[in-house]
């Protein structure tokens, strides 16, 4: 492997005709944006703004970073990037695990997927080859029965299988990749994307092959120097003594409830008080957890594995228990019950969707009963119940009765029982376990994330929580992070093109990703070309949604989160500055409201 | 005063939620020092250099980091406040 050739290998796939050809990406656009998302986001451009998400004309790109299979720490990544059915805007997702690296290891770079196939089918993988190969025997099948059919067929050793499921087949809007079982492209409904072109799996077989690049003194260096700031016990990343390598994402639980960031019953409260304790970090690592699995090349393992031992999921054993569907599915549900958020993550891993959405799908759908919004014939759906949360999920996936309303998602769901405000969703994607009232950052990073209601784009939480020493911010305070969401959002939309894991950030900035990447490249790229190179991915796609009708006024946050102050915690009485915030972004990015000027986009060289 | 620890600080104290014989109206600083004396082994992690609150914990009066209070450190504990103290915390 010669990580001097990223981009090289990208393989182009009609389904339509089963024509396959590789093509190079042009070196423009790799020195431009990178790999992954940038690079993803620069193909999907291609396709036109304005294509139709489920169409056959869409692309759907599975789009590996410069480091994505090399032995570099948290670097087991890769990105789908596609338009969005959920948002209309573009989207990226990023997945761990171990089949970023396995594509890597089989001789490809990407693959740049279009057209549609009459029948299902599946891409096999291996040695530098491509077969497209019938999937009608797992069309219809959930993603753990997917993935053990393949097993079956080709054995386990050196296999991955990222596969949609059921939910992905019917088109339900937060349909989700899963690959080896649990490791998801989560957000955005790319797994409806591969629905609408019968693509069920995709199926890589390759063993590790080391990079060339490794040899050198210069790459040992630099890599031993980002592993160093992982290990190292000030950072919660710090193998069995960091916060997020013990307890997993779920560490957050007690943190959010405590200041009052934490949405419960659809974000009518931000703070589930005592019951907090029964869905968080700590009680996962003391009543269920029994493994810490890892991705490829990642000494944190922040993936929690359990078991269920008592109730009607007894005997249950899946991973992973994550901050975000504890609280989507817990707290936001008035749900307190750990072993039945187990039970629903699984169900998203095999069903194929996006617990988030999900979540924020059936917190609405609660509002909603306990308003008496629903139809006389309609059942709704209490609060907490969780046996007909389990019920409904299946029922989504399948789009059986009212399920097919769900699975059009919270926004559309909710835009069509009348009452909108209730769906708590930027952009027709719904906001993620940090509440806009307690963390202002988040909910500025919500308001102009560019693939909708997302936490990752600008993960400023980081310093509103007091993670990254000397980026410390008031949580509460709404001056200054307009500039702050700006960085978060730049640095990350490198890191996600290169393509490391989000949680690289808690223990490497800049400096480290261009020294790393320096080595990769065969060049030299600075910390500055590190931000400059991530405000122009930012701004592709800001221009790609401009093009797609997202213009003046877009950038917005749900009332709730605006005029109804918070209820609970630290941050009782407050609510989100939207506008004021709003102000100072718009001009340290240089736009026009939610628009990049022409002027910007040439002095960015886009696209 | 009844004080929470959360997350790898509950590990070392062996359980959430401890009464600590503190004088009523003691400040921040105060408990933080009484806490890295009972136990040594968060000393490191709740104290910097110079004896102050460290960067690397939350302590929390009420759901607000002292580090964002009016009087900082120097925040008087009242009866009835809600103590909470964290390791750095995110992930998502």
């Not at chain 1, 423009?28 to 004309?57: C, D, F, I, Q």
């Not at chain 1, 087991?76 to 209309?88: D, E, H, N, Y």
């Not at chain 1, 054995?155 to 939910?167: D, E, F, M, Q, Y």
């Not at chain 1, 958020?341 to 998203?348: L, P, S």
Request: glycine share 12%.
């Amino acid at each position: 492997m010669e990580l001097k050739t990223f981009g090289k290998s990208m393989c182009h796939i009609n389904l339509s005709t089963g024509q396959m050809d590789m093509r190079p990406a042009p070196e423009e656009w790799v020195r431009k944006y990178v790999g992954a998302r940038g690079l993803g986001v620069r193909y999907v451009l291609e396709a036109g703004p304005t294509v139709e998400p489920l169409s056959s004309e869409n692309l759907l790109c599975f789009v590996n970073g410069p480091l994505t299979g090399s032995e570099t720490s948290m670097s087991g990544r890769w990105a789908c990037v596609t338009k969005s059915p959920l948002t209309q805007t573009v989207t990226d997702s990023h997945q761990g695990g171990w089949t970023g690296a396995r594509l890597r290891w089989a001789g490809f770079d990407g693959l740049i997927i279009e057209g549609k196939s009459d029948s299902p089918v599946y891409l096999f993988i291996e040695d530098g080859q491509i077969e497209l190969r019938d999937a009608t025997e797992v069309w219809g099948k959930g993603i753990h029965e997917t993935v053990a059919f393949f097993r079956d067929r080709y054995g386990k050793k050196n296999l991955s299988v990222n596969a949609i499921g059921p939910a992905g087949e019917t088109l339900c809007r937060y349909a989700a990749w899963v690959n080896e079982d649990d490791r998801a492209f989560g957000r955005g409904g790319t797994g409806a994307v591969g629905g609408a072109k019968n693509l069920k799996a995709i199926v890589i077989r390759a063993g590790i092959q080391k990079s060339r690049d490794l040899d050198s003194d210069a790459w040992k260096k630099v890599r031993r120097n980002a592993l160093d700031g992982i290990r190292d016990e000030r950072n919660i990343t710090s193998p069995k003594k960091g916060g997020l390598s013990v307890y997993g994402t779920n560490v957050l639980m007690n943190a959010t409830n405590t200041i009052g960031a934490l949405g419960v019953r659809n974000s009518q409260r931000t703070s589930f008080g005592d019951r907090a304790e029964a869905i968080s970090g700590e009680y996962v690592e003391q009543n269920i957890l029994v493994a810490d699995p890892t991705c490829h090349a990642c000494p944190v393992a922040c993936k929690k594995e359990v078991e269920v031992t008592e109730g009607p999921w007894k005997g249950l054993h899946m991973e992973s228990v994550e901050y975000e569907p504890a609280w989507s599915l817990g707290a936001n549900c008035d749900n307190d019950d750990i072993n039945s958020i187990a039970k629903m993550i699984d169900q998203c891993n095999d069903l194929g969707m996006d617990p988030i959405e999900l979540g924020n799908a059936l917190s609405m759908y609660m509002e909603a009963t306990e308003e008496g919004w629903l139809d006389d014939e309609d059942a709704g759906l209490a609060w907490g119940d969780t046996q007909s949360m389990v019920d409904l999920i299946e029922a989504i996936a399948r789009r059986d009765g009212v399920g097919d309303l769900l699975a059009e998602g919270p926004a559309r769901a909710a835009e069509t029982l009348g009452h909108p405000e209730i769906a708590m969703a930027c952009k027709g994607q719904a906001v993620a376990a940090y509440d806009p009232r307690g963390l202002k950052g988040m909910g500025l990073g919500y308001a102009t994330s560019n693939r909708g209601g997302c936490h990752l784009r600008a993960y400023v939480a980081a310093a509103e929580l007091g993670v990254l020493q000397g980026v410390e911010a008031d949580p509460l305070a709404w001056k200054g992070k307009g500039e702050l969401v700006k960085i978060f959002q730049d640095l990350h939309a490198f890191s996600d093109s290169l393509d490391l894991c989000k949680f690289s950030a808690f223990a490497e900035g800049a400096e480290q990703y261009a020294e790393q990447y320096s080595v990769a490249r065969g060049e030299a790229f600075s910390a500055d070309d590190v931000m400059a190179t991530g405000e122009r991915i930012y701004n592709l796609e800001r221009y790609y949604n401009n093009l797609a009708g997202f213009v003046e006024g877009s950038d917005k946050l749900p009332a709730r989160y605006t005029e109804e102050a918070s209820t609970d915690g630290g941050s009782k009485g407050h609510v989100s500055e939207l506008t004021e915030m709003l102000g100072e972004y718009y001009q340290v990015r240089g736009w026009k409201d939610a628009v990049v000027p022409e002027d910007k986009l040439r002095e960015l060289q886009i696209p | 005063m009844l004080v929470n620890f959360h997350a790898t600080l509950r590990a070392i104290v062996g359980e959430k939620t401890v009464d600590l014989a503190i004088p009523e109206g003691s400040c921040a600083i105060e408990l933080a020092r009484h806490v890295a004396e009972r136990w040594p082994a968060l000393a490191d992690q709740l104290l910097d250099d110079e004896g102050e609150i460290s960067g690397r914990v939350q302590l929390m009066i009420g759901g607000r980091n002292v580090r964002w209070l009016p009087d900082g450190s120097a925040t008087r504990i009242a009866a009835g406040d809600v103590i909470d103290i964290f390791p750095p915390t995110a992930g998502g």
